[in-house]
């Protein structure tokens, strides 16, 4: 099993491009997580997905879109990337969404915006 | 609004000593509280999950106590070792509603050979 894996590893954009950010699991896991950590505000949740076809704001949504077409992926999509979106962004799953459930992480992208 | 706090400053301690993290919590009454351990350059990994009805929890030498009284969650490792050093994140998660983790911003632990 790969777990959660991520792509791409890193990226840089320039102000106001587009792009998408692909996570996929491989645990059959109903919920599924986008976090954006920063140095000093720990992980926030931008966006979450309970299920295959659904999505849901998180505690940051704003400036990102997220799908769940398939169960096994999310995509994370910045429309108009801002330098304020230069992050580490984390996917990660739990096969139910309830606090005993561990999180299982991907090995993150880090996104620069010129 | 809820507030998460780990201390941001870097514990430093001696190899085979118990290191102590703290993780205090404010506006907030957590039915489970999670830690993590974080690599640089990587993600999380879970390393243990506490309920509130419980005040201990032990994994091989890692012992997480919850005290819903004082707000507050300690992690331990005993007879720590330099592997040992990482980053160590708290979250918490309610009974009900929102399905999803709040994370702490994470202690640095640097263990000394």
């Known amino acids: 099993n790969a777990g959660v894996t991520q792509t791409p590893k890193f990226r840089v954009l320039k102000t106001g491009q587009s792009m998408t950010l692909l996570c996929a699991q491989d645990?059959?896991?109903?919920?599924m997580y986008w976090y954006r950590q920063d140095p000093g505000m720990g992980l926030r949740l931008i966006h979450y997905?309970?299920?295959?076809?659904?999505?849901a704001k998180g505690e940051v949504p704003d400036g990102y879109n997220v799908s769940r077409l398939k169960k096994q992926n999310f995509l994370l999509g910045l429309e108009s990337a801002a330098p304020s979106q230069t992050s580490v962004y984390f996917c990660?799953?739990?096969?139910f969404g309830q606090g005993d459930n561990e999180q299982f992480f991907g090995p993150g992208t880090r996104l620069t915006v010129l | 609004s809820q507030k998460i706090e780990q201390n941001s400053e870097a514990l430093n301690i001696q190899e085979g000593k118990t290191a102590t993290l703290t993780c205090n919590y404010t506006?907030?009454?957590?039915?489970?509280l999670q830690w993590y351990r974080q690599d640089p350059g990587r993600g999380p990994v879970f390393l243990l999950l506490?309920?509130?009805?419980?005040k201990e929890k032990r994994k091989e030498r890692l012992k997480v106590t919850f005290d819903t009284t004082l707000k507050q969650s300690l992690f331990h490792i005993t007879a720590s070792q330099p592997a040992d050093s990482a980053t160590y994140l708290c979250a918490l998660a309610p009974d009900t509603g929102r399905r999803a983790l709040t994370f702490g911003s994470g202690t640095r632990l640097q263990v000394q050979p």
């Open positions: 645990m059959n896991h109903e919920y």
């Open positions: 506490i309920r509130e009805n419980e």
């Open positions: 506006n907030y009454s957590p039915a489970y």
């Open positions: 997905s309970v299920g295959e076809g659904t999505t």
């Open positions: 990660a799953s739990s096969y």
